[in-house]
């Protein structure tokens, strides 16, 4: 399984991103999918999640009513958008994949149950 993040980039606070995902190698159903970031001298944070089974999603504190999780099952891929950034939102992103879509997602499963991740794409929200 191979994951291609893009869409990263540098925007002022309050403007908007779309992270994109794509998954390849394997069926895109078979797939949880989950979102991370990573700012510099800081571990790696659960951004949010969907599952394809049944479309269900998660979503972090910090993500809630700001970003929002979707996908195209035609084309693989998982999109993040990210609306309001601020500067706190600075981070690399990461795609990751763990194997096994459960139904009516609730929580976020930690990083060490994904199995496969992508390079990241750097998002950089300025003051």
């Known amino acids: 399984v191979q994951l291609v993040e893009s869409g990263g980039g540098f925007v002022q606070t309050g403007r908007s991103l779309r992270l994109s995902c794509v998954l390849s190698?394997?069926?895109?159903?078979?797939?949880?999918v989950g979102w991370f970031r990573q700012a510099p001298g800081k571990g790696r944070e659960e951004v949010s999640s969907?599952?394809?089974?049944?479309?269900?999603?998660y979503y972090a504190e910090s993500a809630k009513g700001r970003f929002t999780i979707t996908a195209n099952h035609a084309k693989a891929t998982v999109y993040l958008q990210m609306n309001n950034l601020k500067p706190d939102d600075t981070a690399v992103y990461y795609c990751?994949?763990?194997?096994?879509?459960?139904?009516?997602?609730?929580?976020?499963?930690?990083?060490?149950?994904?199995?496969?991740w992508g390079h990241g794409t750097q998002v950089t929200v300025s003051s």
């Open positions: 190698g394997d069926n895109f159903e078979d797939y949880l």
């Open positions: 969907f599952s394809p089974s049944d479309d269900s999603t």
């Open positions: 990751a994949a763990a194997y096994g879509a459960p139904a009516g997602i609730m929580t976020m499963a930690p990083p060490s149950e994904y199995m496969y």
